[in-house]
């Protein structure tokens, strides 16, 4: 489906909410929104959590409703649709912060203001990552150690450099704090920034319009090129090929590339190609992993002065504490609390953090390491087996006998994993019990299913699309 004209749309509307509504508010609350269609005069707003939806309700359905009927008097009525997928999806989603720049830009103590001037060539360059306001810890001592030498000494030994780890660990920051320094070092070099699914984007439509030299043409001109999330790449032959050629080029010419992927080229093997991916292993690889408690406070006292709201060490600690599963949901927790600072003049505390966890059905007692994806609402009942295997057994139309049976089937292997996953999240049981439950598996096919399930949820938008469905369905979400 083709959104870009509803994201310009949505550019048009937030412009004219944007003088109304206060930057914070804006920011917090238009963060990874979008226009999702248009029908017979229903505006589908696009809410990246449950959450947000009760605040837009109240607040600025209305001014909503203003603006886009300036823009389209057509326009009778919004609705809101909360779509878990827009939260990491840059393509239908604005950036705010470059739409809307700070007009009174914050001086941070020691850090260096960065204007996007010319050479950095990105609607996406982030003027917030910086090398100098990235957080370093052990997690990511040696990315940060490796773009700083990237950046010093561009095309030479960190040539290409490739930095790997899961979501929201700091990838695009770092990648764009390499820019970010180079391009202050050398005002006049052009930086060039782009996510693989936007030059996948550009490949196709080059060739669509039968203007691919001219593509080519752009890409060997720059002096550096960054380019994210290349495991988007997957399949992609013609773009991987285009890719290839741009990148050898810039090599041979000694022009540094940055590369970040979900994991290392290594496990990249069935995705790119062979000669692409051994490429990249010739260069500097290194990962952001998890960062640990003190990193994660550090982090959290750094976002803290940005905004400009004094939180209490002991409340930093708390966050630290329990939200351990990547810094974008530090982050998250810290700009709720500078929303209901904003909002209600509440200084955050120990208690109104934990309401905040609480709201978000973040556990604080959580299993280190379980796959935590988005914000997950309480749930709504208590709930039992048979409405997890009804709910399946609906959304796939398989039998439940089939569910829980033995049968090998393509089709109902990957249903049965889904009803093992929601079991093992909702019901208290142990996985043994789980096992038995399903003809008596064992506890190791339990677990194996549940990690799958989750990792393919963190891979396919449209399979975590599938469970939140079922999950809905059977009222396991508010
Ligand atoms: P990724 O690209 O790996 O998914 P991002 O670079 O988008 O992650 O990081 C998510 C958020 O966390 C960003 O706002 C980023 O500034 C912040 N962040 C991540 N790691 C750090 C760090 N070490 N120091 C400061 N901020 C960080
Ligand atoms: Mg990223």
Redesign the pocket.
């Known amino acids: 489906m083709n959104t870009a004209p509803y994201k310009s749309l949505w550019v048009e509307i937030l412009k004219k909410l944007e003088p109304t509504i206060q930057r914070s508010m804006l920011i917090t609350w238009f963060k990874d929104t979008s226009v999702l269609g248009l029908d017979e005069g229903k505006l589908i707003v696009g809410l990246p959590l449950p959450m947000y939806l009760n605040w837009h309700l109240q607040n600025y359905r209305e001014s909503i409703l203003k603006a886009a009927q300036q823009i389209n008097p057509a326009i009778d009525q919004i609705m809101y649709h909360v779509d878990l997928s827009l939260r ?1 999806d840059e393509t239908r989603t604005v950036n705010l912060l470059t739409l809307f720049p700070d007009r009174k830009p914050r001086k941070l103590p020691g850090k260096m203001e960065i204007k996007v001037g010319e050479g950095l060539q990105s609607r996406m360059f982030n003027p ?2 910086t090398l100098d ?5 052990p997690s ?1 001592r040696l990315a ?1 150690a490796a773009a700083q030498a990237a950046s010093a000494q561009p095309g030479g030994k960190y040539n290409p450099l490739f930095i790997y ?11 764009q704090g390499v820019g970010h320094a180079y391009h202050h070092a050398n005002p006049s070099a052009v930086v060039l920034y782009i996510t693989s699914e936007e030059f996948t984007n550009q490949v196709i439509e080059a060739i669509r319009q039968q203007k691919i030299e001219g593509l080519r043409r752009k890409y060997r001109q720059v002096d550096m090129l960054i380019i ?2 290349v495991q988007f790449f997957a399949s992609k032959e013609r773009t991987q090929e285009e890719f290839f050629h741009t990148f050898n080029t810039l090599l041979e010419a000694r022009k540094q590339v940055v590369v ?1 992927s979900d994991r290392p080229p290594l496990e990249l093997h069935s995705l790119l190609h062979d000669r692409l991916r051994s490429r990249f292993e010739r260069g500097m690889i290194a990962d ?1 992993a998890l ?1 640990d408690y003190e ?1 994660r406070v ?2 959290l006292q ?2 803290a002065r940005e905004y400009e709201i004094f939180f209490d060490q002991k409340v930093l600690s708390f966050i630290a504490e329990h939200v351990t599963d ?3 949901s ?2 998250g927790i810290l700009m709720q609390a500078v929303a209901q600072y904003e909002l209600e003049q509440r200084i955050p505390t120990v208690n109104s953090i934990a309401e905040i966890l609480c709201k978000l059905a973040r556990d604080p007692h959580r299993e280190v390491g379980e796959e935590l994806i988005g914000f997950e609402a309480p749930p709504k009942r208590a709930l039992k087996f048979e409405d997890l295997l009804e709910g399946v057994s609906a959304y796939y139309s398989i039998s439940i006998q089939d569910i829980t049976g033995t049968s090998r089937l393509r089709e109902i292997l990957m249903p049965r994993q889904v009803a093992m996953y929601l079991a093992k999240k909702y019901l208290r049981m142990s996985l043994s019990q789980l096992g038995e439950r399903f003809s008596g598996r064992d506890h190791s096919t339990v677990i194996h299913s549940v990690r799958k399930i989750e990792k393919m949820m963190k891979d396919d938008p449209l399979i975590l699309r599938e469970v939140r469905a079922i999950e809905q369905e059977v009222g396991a979400l508010r």
Do not use: C, M, Q
């Open positions: 990491d917030r990552y306001s990235f957080v370093v810890g990511n940060h780890g899961g979501v929201g660990l700091g990838k695009t920051h770092l990648l994210d999330d970040s952001v960062p990193t550090a982090i750094e976002r990547s810094v974008r530090l982050e």
